[in-house]
């Protein structure tokens, strides 16, 4: 690390858990942040302030003024800009040190197959079972990390599945099949500081994955109630039935 980077990322170098080894090892890591929305907007920002090297921001969508109550990487100037476009230039602001690889398309098939495999780990910040699904699948086939988190109203949850270990669950042992249908912000509403809660806990996750520090919330699911200010975490097991990790000499 140069001066700069020594001054600007102190705070973090005076952790003993994370210390320059840590630091470095954050600068060169690269992380694919799959949504915009309310909960990679505070990911994004989080990651690029905390040193991460390179950031793969995708998304298909544009800003729009209902988002700017809670996608907070977003601005009034940006409606109609494309969210990948905003958040890059959000991130650039933060943190000229971070790179940018722009992805302003729906991840899937071979495209998404190529994203995952061109980082060290991806956040989940979909709004959306189907594209949830399809992440998971190709994290778990190319055995990189996911840190997946959802909103919605006053409440959010939160996991990571950890595709280097033998023993982790995946997002289809907590949800095999499901209609999500009604769940959106759109249809549903969301308290706006939930978001920021769920996607500064995703950043945390990363950070702690990234840096090999803490305890990993992979085998733990944890809830939370914003009108209650309540967390609760559950256990989560792999699924011998998983259609995903449950047969697994199938898949890989």
Do not use: W
Request: net charge negative.
């Amino acid at each position: 690390m140069n001066d700069e980077q020594l001054l600007r990322y102190s705070r973090h170098i005076l952790l003993p858990e994370i210390d320059v080894a840590g630091q470095e090892k954050l600068l060169a890591s690269k992380v694919l942040i799959v949504g915009l929305g309310g909960l990679g907007s505070p990911v994004a920002l989080y990651l690029a302030a905390a040193g991460v090297g390179e950031l793969h921001l995708a998304d298909d969508d544009t800003v729009d003024l209902s988002n700017l109550q809670r996608q907070i990487a977003h601005h009034t100037a940006a409606i109609g800009q494309a969210k990948t476009e905003s958040a890059a230039e959000r991130v650039a602001a933060l943190n000229p040190g971070t790179r940018v690889v722009v992805l302003p398309a729906r991840l899937e098939g071979q495209t998404l197959t190529a994203a995952v495999s061109a980082v060290d780990l991806v956040v989940d910040a979909s709004d959306n079972l189907a594209t949830r699904f399809a992440v998971n699948q190709a994290c778990f086939a190319a055995a990189k990390p996911l840190v997946s988190g959802a909103a919605i109203r006053s409440e959010g949850q939160l996991s990571v599945y950890d595709f280097r270990r033998a023993d982790s669950p995946c997002y289809r042992c907590l949800y095999h099949d499901a209609d999500d249908s009604n769940l959106n912000c759109s249809e549903s509403g969301v308290l706006a500081p939930v978001v920021g809660v769920i996607g500064s806990l995703q950043a945390l996750e990363v950070i702690k994955c990234l840096t090999q520090t803490g305890q990993s919330l992979c085998g733990r699911l944890v809830l939370f109630d914003g009108l209650a200010c309540q967390f609760r975490e559950l256990g989560l097991s792999k699924d011998p039935d998983c259609p995903v990790c449950g047969r697994s000499e199938l898949v890989r």
